[in-house]
């Protein structure tokens, strides 16, 4: 751990203070304000992004009398809106005025207020305002003599239906996904969360992509030292391109090294709200399906919608089989492997008479056999995930079929590998998530190496170094393991068992939130205390 510790300190103030450089270009943006001459500003625009073929402009006179200019890129603005909501308005006289002199002075308070038919649109003077709003996807008005331009949300890509979120299949619940324009991801976590507490902050990330990054929260609920770490970590990202949540997540998390992920990604709009009324914070980047939603705890990793939509009682069995099929593939092989190479004796008869005669004629020690088998079946999920869906479903019961069946009878490895490397695979696939199942994949090589050079000794010298590790992880202040350590009993009813809701009236601890009571007067008769019934001094 230490040797982790000194490797992060050392990233770190190799890198400390490292910025972008500028180029004169933006420079020269920031510092320029509009000037009142059309034909300059027209032909300064046109130095930056005139050399485009999407790239309009577009001249004509306000109310007939007032040169003017409009640019946009074609491809990402909705002519409709263009044609109807600014360029008609803009040269056709609002009727209540048809009959008043209108003068350059009071131009612009009669575009903004009388004529533009657009409920998003704002005045800016500096160029590099306008330009960063043309990329965009908004339009920009500017007419001869005013100090400042108009700038129009016109912006309309296209963009997939909402469909069921591929990575996060459930059978009871909603089938309603996040999908990558940022606007459509709000609109779906506030139809969830109709309340003035939610509170949605911005921020642009990326010198080139100036990606829009959405903060999400429960104002009131969430701790605000969360919020400030969260706007914090975000704001010292200094990078080119942010094209994907998944870039953010790399450079705000705790422990860069660990295999383990410390931040939780999602598609699905009701978890992300299941999350802020816990009092956590919601990542969105403008371009990605995935939120990521912070801070994060081990627990989180094998729990599903559906055990909160289903009666506790079923789901809780649930739930504990897929926690023993998480622990089943990180340390079965490696058992395997300990119990076969070191400890046979404790093997019972039968069995060990079986297992030996499967591995009769196999040329290679237990290690490597299993090392060769598990190292074929990553290189075989790899290229199923990469291929065609027609051919990847097609792939995978060759390569389990044929290739495992002539490996047996070819001699290269026993059956029982085959059985417990097969049943290995099956129980990384229980794990809900991909990023935790991947780490626990990646873990299960040292301990088979530690299994075939000290045996059980090995496993569990293994086992001790992961908790270990588990144990001195955090995830922005939050002991990773937490509820678990440190022991909280009101947590202990959502860890390993789904206990009734009507239990769990509290929000986690381990986020201190501001308002701690969640459930309001209980149904189900197993406890009587109501959030009316709690003290103030208990609430915050």
């Known amino acids: 751990m230490s040797f982790f510790n000194w490797l992060m300190r050392n990233h770190k103030q190799k890198y400390k203070g490292l910025t972008a450089p500028e180029s004169p270009q933006q420079t020269e943006q920031q510092d320029m304000a509009l000037s009142p001459d059309l034909e300059e500003t027209i032909q300064y625009i046109q130095s930056i992004l005139g050399d485009n073929d999407d790239f309009v402009i577009r001249k004509f006179n306000v109310f007939g009398q007032f040169p003017a200019v409009l640019f946009h890129f074609s491809q990402m603005v909705d002519q409709t809106i263009v044609n109807e909501d600014i360029l008609k308005p803009f040269m056709y006289k609002p009727p209540q005025l048809e009959d008043e002199k209108i003068d350059l002075k009071n131009l612009k308070s009669i575009l903004y207020g009388d004529a533009l038919y657009h409920s998003e649109g704002s005045m800016e003077s500096q160029f590099s305002e306008m330009i960063k709003g043309i990329l965009r996807g908004q339009s920009v008005v500017v007419v001869e003599g005013l100090d400042e331009a108009f700038v129009i949300d016109t912006r309309s890509i296209d963009k997939r239906s909402i469909d069921q979120p591929a990575t996060e299949q459930v059978i009871r619940g909603p089938r309603e996904g996040f999908i990558e324009p940022l606007g459509v991801n709000l609109s779906l976590l506030r139809y969830r969360i109709q309340s003035p507490k939610l509170k949605v902050h911005t921020m642009e990330i990326g010198h080139t992509t100036r990606s829009k990054v959405a903060i999400c929260y429960m104002d009131g609920l969430t701790k605000p030292e969360l919020i400030n770490e969260v706007k914090t970590r975000l704001s010292k990202i200094n990078i080119d391109a942010v094209l994907d949540s998944g870039y953010l997540e790399q450079f705000i998390e705790d422990n860069h090294l660990s295999p383990f992920p410390q931040i939780q990604y999602t598609e699905r709009p009701d978890k992300v709200a299941a999350n802020l009324l816990e009092g956590r914070v919601a990542i969105f980047v403008d371009g990605s399906p995935l939120a990521l939603v912070v801070p994060t705890v081990f627990s989180q990793f094998y729990q599903t919608v559906e055990d909160y939509t289903e009666r506790f009682v079923l789901m809780s069995a649930i739930r504990l089989a897929r926690l023993i099929a998480l622990i089943f593939s990180l340390i079965f092989p490696s058992l395997y492997v300990s119990i076969i190479s070191f400890n046979p004796e404790l093997i019972p008869t039968e069995f060990a008479a079986a297992v030996a005669g499967g591995r009769a004629g196999v040329p290679f020690p237990a ?57 290995t695979t099956i129980g990384s696939f229980a794990t809900p998530a991909y990023n935790a199942a991947l780490g626990l994949r990646l873990l299960r090589f040292p301990l088979i190496i530690l299994a075939g050079i000290f045996g059980l000794y090995g496993v569990m010298i293994g086992i001790i170094f992961i908790t270990n590790h588990l144990l001195s992880l955090k995830s922005f202040g939050v002991p990773y393991l937490s509820p678990l350590v440190p022991g909280n009993l009101q947590g202990m009813k959502d860890l390993l068992i789904r206990g009734p809701l009507g239990w769990m009236f509290e929000r986690p601890a381990f986020l201190m939130p501001e308002d701690k009571i969640r459930a309001g007067p209980n149904q189900t008769g197993l406890s009587t205390q109501t959030k009316e019934d709690v003290p103030v001094s208990q609430k915050k």
């Open 367 to 423: 290690i490597v056999e299993v090392l060769v088998i598990e190292i074929s079946m990553e290189v075989l999920r790899e290229a199923t995930i990469r291929l065609p869906q027609q051919v990847g479903g097609a792939l995978s019961i060759v390569g389990v079929l044929v290739i495992g069946q002539a490996a047996v009878a070819a001699g290269f490895a026993s059956p029982i590998t085959i059985v417990v490397i097969a049943l």
